[in-house]
Every structure is written in structure tokens, then in C-alpha cells.
């Protein structure tokens, strides 16, 4: 089945470390993203990459940290410099063109950071 | 940056019953797509719209792309309790179209049996 996974669903760190969340991809999506949700709140987007070894802050990105290596892999690092990193965290995937906005979001991971 | 205002925040029916949300913006949007997220999961696609006009359905799901490209609407008929859940609207620019999406902060839809 084609889909994306993140992993692992819930996390706990202490204050101070650094965090990796996976997001995998096998739609063979361009595109791919990092949204933040924060209880009643929308998503706000943390980071986007629309090729390898390319992406772009998005609206939140401070305190964060990417890399795309590979077109199936978009992690993302919550460094110790994020000053409220208890959030879900929710990752996307899209094919590219003018007309094909829709994205996929993977389950979510919680982080807990305490 | 552009913001999407949606309406209502929640919403409180009784099963059978129709619901109607939307949403608004001051900046025009060249793709509207509507999501449900279920409690602890990642947002759904539901509809998505590409057309200003547009009017489109999923199942007992309808939702219609505003004529002035700065709102859209999404109607759910005959509700059921697995609607529950939280329902956000996305919109999307031709600059960005396939890059970045802007998202309302959602309406919570709770349906009593």
C-alpha cells in the first residue's frame, strides 16, 4: 500500500535534547512538508522540500532543522533551541505542478518534551 | 502572510441532521481543499476544488469553490457519529500551487446520537 509513515506515534524527551522524527514516503511525491499542530489550533508549516537536497523555511522553522537526501525521506530535528517543542508533529507529501496542491499527511508523531 | 478565517470553531448536532462550515479570506486562492482529522490522527482529504464555481460531492460530502476565489463552503448531509472530528479548509495560490497551502484553524464537529 502507498502511503506515508511516520515514526515512532509518541515521544519523550528531556529539555535540552535533540529530537529526529521520521517522515518515509513511497507515492513518489515530489514534494514534501512539515506541519506543527498545537491543541485547537490549524498547522502550521514548519519546513517544505520540493527536490532533493532542496527546501525552504517555511512560517515556523526557527529552532528546527531538515535535510532530503533521499525523495522518499524528509527527517525533521527539533533541536534544543526550539522553545516549546511539545506539539504533534505532522508530515505531508504532494506531487508538484499548478493544478496538483493536494497533500497527504502521514499519521503524526507526539512529542512530549519535558 | 495569508490567513484563512473558518466558521464555525464547533459545532454541536444531533445525527440526521445537515451541517454547513466555511471558509473566507481576504486573498484569493487558486485551489480549496477541505480535510477531517480524526482525534490523534493525520488530516483527510475529502474534496478538493480547482474551479471558481465549482461544486463538488462526496458522498453525503458537498463542497463549493466561492465565485470571488476568496471563500468556500463544505456541507455534510444526513450526519452520522463517525463524523466527529475536526474539519479544516486549505487553500492554495497558483505561485505556490504544489508547494504551500494555507490552513483554517478548523471546525470541531461533534454529532449526538
Known amino acids: 500500500d502507498g502511503g506515508i509513515t511516520q515514526s515512532p506515534k509518541y515521544l519523550f524527551r528531556k529539555e535540552g535534547q535533540n529530537v529526529t522524527l521520521s517522515c518515509e514516503q513511497n507515492l513518489n511525491h515530489d514534494a514534501m512538508y512539515w506541519y506543527r499542530q498545537d491543541p485547537g489550533q490549524g498547522l502550521r508549516l514548519i519546513y517544505y522540500s520540493q527536490i532533493v537536497n532542496d527546501f525552504q523555511k517555511g512560517d515556523i522553522a526557527e529552532g528546527y532543522s531538515v535535510s532530503r537526501e533521499k525523495k522518499e525521506s524528509f527527517p525533521l530535528t527539533v533541536t534544543s533551541a526550539q522553545k516549546n517543542p511539545t506539539a504533534f508533529y505532522l508530515c505531508?507529501?504532494?506531487?508538484?505542478?499548478?493544478?496538483?496542491?493536494?497533500?497527504?499527511f502521514g499519521p503524526g508523531t507526539r512529542l512530549t518534551v519535558t | 502572510g495569508q490567513q484563512l478565517n473558518q466558521s464555525p470553531q464547533s459545532m454541536f448536532i444531533q445525527e440526521g441532521e445537515d451541517v454547513s462550515m466555511n471558509c473566507t479570506s481576504s486573498?484569493?486562492?487558486?485551489?480549496w481543499l477541505w480535510y477531517k482529522q480524526d482525534p490523534g490522527e493525520g488530516p483527510v482529504l475529502l474534496i478538493a476544488l480547482y474551479k471558481a464555481g465549482e461544486l463538488t460531492s462526496n458522498g453525503r460530502l458537498t463542497a463549493q469553490f466561492g465565485i470571488t476565489r476568496k471563500d468556500s463552503f463544505l456541507n455534510i448531509s444526513a450526519s452520522i457519529p463517525s463524523d466527529v472530528g475536526i474539519y479544516f479548509c486549505?487553500?492554495?495560490?497558483?505561485?505556490?500551487?504544489?508547494?504551500?497551502?494555507?490552513f483554517g484553524e478548523g471546525t470541531q464537529l461533534t454529532v449526538n446520537p
Open positions: 505531508a507529501s504532494s506531487m508538484l505542478g499548478s493544478w496538483l496542491s493536494e497533500q497527504y
Open positions: 486549505a487553500g492554495g495560490t497558483e505561485e505556490t500551487s504544489g508547494s504551500r497551502l494555507t
Open positions: 486573498s484569493i486562492f487558486n485551489t
